[in-house]
């Protein structure tokens, strides 16, 4: 790699570090400034609503399958119910993920057995 | 430090990894397509683990590659690499009030990727805070080095694990969709909330199925944003 394309490699690593650090930098001096003063330290309302959409828009780009077949699209599916059932049972985090993938890979390999 | 907690710190890093082990199925066949393309696009193994290493960012590295492949200008090939990871910047503040007042915690901020916030996001609230840096620092860990350690095995050996199991590769991703089903499903808790996050799941599937994965995120993220607020004053202007 040429020396130019390594200050490229640097530069871009520097720069998405600074965008995850410098807002922890500015929310930890706001929050502590807020305590300061006597107020309650909060986050702004629009900050603890984007969180949270920011995960469901995640899942959202996530359920695309790669192969985008019908049979994709309902092991998709399968493995989405599958999961949310397993997750209502138990409620935790591990399992209800494991029975996810192996529904959504029983569903794909039906697939690649019949066809 | 007492005994007691560094105990608690172990534990709690132990956690951590354990809680992260449903990423590996979403970072390692990725991080395998990423050091097989980096090699196609003419970077040595080497080059591409590194890339991992530093920049440390899936979708922004894919297009590092592909625009210098294609012989881009190396500033727009950097400018378009950060501008994919702008969605970055609200990650921090969002956890900024479970964080500690430790140092290591800026260091720590390299790992936090897209799937590393939304698991930080519904499992720090939960830990008490002598546990929070030890389970963030597990958690980041076990998904960083597995990206790495994909491009490794991708740069190195890629096509023939891929000719191999090609089934595996495309079934252990679902890992990821699952995993966000199941940090999000606790947080729809009234109709003003399962509407917002409705919204951004279905733009953000959209998107991301006609073709625009990049921009799925952000534009989904911002309507499910207004959603919730313009319902919230309906509700409050009915009142």
Known sequence: MAGELWVAVMVAAAGTLLMRLLPLVWMQRRLAREDSQGATAAMPRWLGVLGPVMIAAMLGASLVPAAGTLNAWV?????????????????SLGWPVVWGVVAFGVV?????VVI | MSDQAISAGGR?????VRDAIPLLGGYIPVAISFGLIANQAGFSSWEAIIISLVIYAGASQFLFVGMVASGAP??????MTLLINARHLVYAPNLAPWLTGN????????????????????????LPSSERLGWFTGAMLLAWFSWVGGTALGAFAGQELTGRWPLLNDVMPFALPALFVVLLAPRF??????????CAIVVALLFAANGLPNMAIPVAALLGA????????????EV
Do not use: E, I, Y
């Open chain 1, 108 to 112: 794909r390999f039906l697939n690649f």
């Open chain 2, 12 to 16: 709690a890093w132990v956690r951590g």
């Open chain 2, 189 to 198: 808790t009234s109709s003003l909330w399962a509407a917002a996050l409705g």
């Open chain 2, 103 to 126: 140092r290591w915690w800026f260091w720590l901020m390299h790992g936090l990727t897209d799937q590393v916030f939304a698991l930080a996001h519904t499992r720090l609230p939960a």
């Open chain 2, 226 to 237: 207004a959603v919730f607020f313009v319902m919230q004053s309906n509700t409050r202007a």
């Open chain 2, 74 to 79: 190396l500033w727009l090939v950097v400018v």
């Open chain 1, 75 to 91: 092991a998709t599916a399968v493995g989405g119910c599958v999961t949310l059932l397993v997750w209502w049972k138990t409620k």
